[in-house]
Every structure is written in C-alpha cells, then in structure tokens.
C-alpha cells in the first residue's frame, strides 16, 4: 500500500513596491543645493510645460575665476574657504586680521608679530593660522614676497634646492641675464643655470595668477543663521534658485488647440506632464520644509556654539534629533547629507553639528570631540603665556581635571587632526 506524505511548504514573497513619488522624494531630500539645480534644470528640459523661476543661479553657482581679480572678491573666497581653520574667538580675529592685509596679489602683508599685536594674541596662535591659511587656494596664497611664493612652487614640484636658494635671492640678476654671477654663486655651469631660469620662468609671478585657468563651483549653503539677542534665526537660501512653475500660459494654449484636434495620446501626454511637474513640486517644498524642521532642531540645540564658539558644541545624533521629531533617523540622515550653513562668514556642513560622544567623570558633563579639540588647542596656545609645553600626557592631565575622560592617544589623535606639533618640535620652533 503506498503512503502519501503531505506536507505543507510555506512560500512567502514580498511583493510591496515602493512608489516612484517616494523614491523621488527620498532622491530629493539627500540632494546639494548644486545637485538639485542641475536635477530641476534636466526635468524643465524634458518637460515643456514646466520653467525655471531664475536663470541667473548658475552664473553665481560656477564662478569664473577672472572674476576674482578684484581684491574684494579674493577676500570673500578666502572667507569661504576659512571656516574649518579657526571658529574660535581668538582664531577668527586671526583669520580677518590676514585676509583683510591681502594685497590684489594675494600677497600677505603683515607679520605674525603685528597679526599677534593688531588681535592681542600670542605668537604661537598668530603662526598656527597663518600656516592653515597657507594651505588654501590658490598655491602660494598668503606668501609674504615673490621669492617665499616661488619657493613654494618649486617645493611642490619637488625642485627646491639651496641652488633655487640662491637664484631666487637674486632675482635682480635673473632679469638682467647676468647667469654669470649666479654660476659663480651657485658653482655650476651656466648652461645649468638657464635650465633652473627657465624652471622658475614657468612659475607663477603672483599667487592670484595661479586662478586665471580655473573654476571654482561655490557651495552654496542651504540655511542662513543669524543671531537675534540670545537666540537664533534659522531661514532657508534662495530656493527660488531651483524652484520650477508650470507654464500656464503654454498649457492653456496647448489645451485651446487640443479642443480642436482632439487627439487621445497628446491629452495623455499633457496629462503625463502636468502630473510629473506637480509631483515634482510637491516634492521640492516637502525638502524645504523637512530641511528646515530638521536645521532648526539641531541648530538651536546647538545655539551656544553661535555666541561662545566650538568649545561650547555638545554631542549629538541622528538618533537623538529623529527622536526629538518624530521622524525617521535614515530621513534625518538623508537630511543633513551634503547641506551647508552659513553663519556671518563661516559656511559649515549640517553634520559638523552632529558630534559622538566623549566619556567623563562626572555623567553631567555633556562636551563633544570637537569641543575636546577646542580645548587641546587653547591648552596649546596658551603655552606662550604660561612658559611651558605641554607633552599629550600633560595635556590628559589638565583635561582629567576637567572631569573629561580621555586617553593619551586620543589626545595625540586630536592634535594631530588639528595639524599640531609635538611639545618636542613646539619647543624647538619657539620664536
């Protein structure tokens, strides 16, 4: 007798699709102001019934660099470019104090000792910024005369020697062809020196002359803070700049020669469109309105850093601020990705305020790495005044009495990021 066996398999499928609108929406949201214009730009083209509400954001987007040839505008992209060296007090009276003695070279002006003097800090700060400055664009900015400039070039190119040394002290002597001179000086052929004279010929004369070919795509922020007594005033950018309307006039012309014709698969066309420019709308304010929700929560639970600087910045999540909102912590996520703030000069991304944890003492504490950072910096700059310095584990020290918890290779991790010596090499290059 044959058994049967009957068993029951279970065959589960998930068959839910996530709708297009959302997946847009979702796309959308984790979009750059730079992103979403060119997003918006691509669907005006593929759309005829929808037009852009400005067409001079992209000449403020991408900028020219021959544009900077005006002292003032190699200022302001000097300020864009400085937020991240100093949004300390002392460090943002550093940093205006150089860009303001910048001459339409881009030449610096002024010395570490009068920068130090005209801010009332100390050598050491004043030699700590200029140095970040330096590291801006373009190559050689802030370099004192030509020849610090030219030396520069050539280090980068991995040329400089004590022979290039010599040439560049004696540029006089390059401009009049006196090769002779420097051959002796140099003790080398003169055929060797024209080759070096021609090296340094290729350089560029000024640091602005190394702009003329480039061009430079600005961010460009998508929230304004501004201070209003003790509190803060978040407002969204110039959405208008990627902001599209329906062509009324267009399609109510379309419409009246469609009445006459009455052609099926143009009306589904229209239709097609319209729904799309709709959608497309609906989602572009729901971004504004999700982007601002979200800023204005973790900005104003931020607010002291805006009156007391990066010392005063406490630690934060997507988590925490998704809870705060009731939202989900991928949409806070999506949020904060690739946005920027501006704040008097400085633009900041979104997610510098969003910081991990630090351990301490006392569990009342709440301080982030960034303010920990902050601290390392002024523990060091205030070495000059207390006629010390300080090794990491000093440092360690200095911050346990703080009641912050922290471990001497977290604090040598920190100093480095910061681009900061070791006490051995601080106390070597003491002035």
Known sequence: ?????????????INQKINSNIINSIK????????LFEYTQKEIEKNPFLISNTNNFYNDRVIEIDKYAKNDNVKEWLYEQSSFISVNKWGEK???????NINDKGFCKISIEEAALQTKTSLKQSNLVLTKLKLMDPEGIFSSTIEEHLSYQLKKKKLFNN?????????????????NKLAKLCSLKESEIIKMVNNIKMLKPTPIDSLEMEKIEKIIPDIIVKTHKKNIICTLNNTNNYEVLIDEKYLNDIKIKQKYQNIQET??????????????????????????????KILNYQKKFFFN?????????????????????STVSRAVKNKYIKFNNKVLPLKYFLISRTSYKDKNINNSSISIKAKIQK???????????????????????????????TVTKYRESLNIANSLIRSKNKY
């Open 28 to 35: 959308i949201l984790q979009m750059s102001s730079n992103e």
């Open 94 to 100: 550093l940093v205006n104090c150089f860009i303001e």
């Open 267 to 296: 009306k589904n066309y229209i239709k097609n469109c319209i729904a799309h420019g709709k959608m497309l709308q609906n989602n572009l304010n729901r971004r504004n309105n999700t982007l601002l929700l979200i800023s204005e």
């Open 309 to 329: 600087g990066e010392e005063d910045l406490l630690p934060l999540t997507n988590r925490e601020i998704s809870e705060i909102i009731v939202m989900n912590e």
């Open 379 to 409: 523990i060091i700059a205030d070495e000059e005044k207390n006629n010390i310095f300080y090794s990491d584990n000093n440092i360690v020290n200095i911050l346990n009495e703080e009641n912050i918890l922290i471990s001497r290779r």
């Open 163 to 179: 022979n290039y040394q010599i040439i560049i002290g004696h540029l006089k002597d390059v401009a009049s062809g006196n090769y």
């Open 1 to 13: 007798m044959l058994k049967q066996n009957i068993s029951q398999r279970p065959s589960l499928k």
